[in-house]
């Protein structure tokens, strides 16, 4: 398990439909119920792999394809400074 948190000082807030992230300088990344669904898995320790399994009913695709695109994904809240790892 890949250990994820929270870039300090970043905090979740329900939108509509999905969730927005903000940093501590609060730069947002809104996401809709999906991109909610991936963060909160992330956040308890799933990988990539196991993200993708865990919602296998919402990807359309091969499992491979599931994996890099939440993999991509979990990335580029990395490098955006939402998450750490």
Not at 17 to 30: E, I, P, R, T, W
Not at 70 to 80: G, H, I, N
């Amino acid at each position: 398990m890949k250990t994820r948190s929270l870039a300090p000082g970043a905090y979740l807030a329900r939108s509509g439909q999905g969730v927005s992230l903000y940093d501590a300088d609060g730069k947002c990344f809104a996401m809709n119920k999906m991109g909610g669904s991936i963060l909160a898995l992330a956040l308890t320790g799933l990988s990539a792999e196991g993200i993708a399994d865990a919602l296998r009913h919402y990807f359309n695709g091969t499992p491979t394809q599931s994996r890099d695109e939440v993999a991509a994904w979990l990335d580029e809240m990395e490098a955006s400074g939402f998450l750490n790892s």
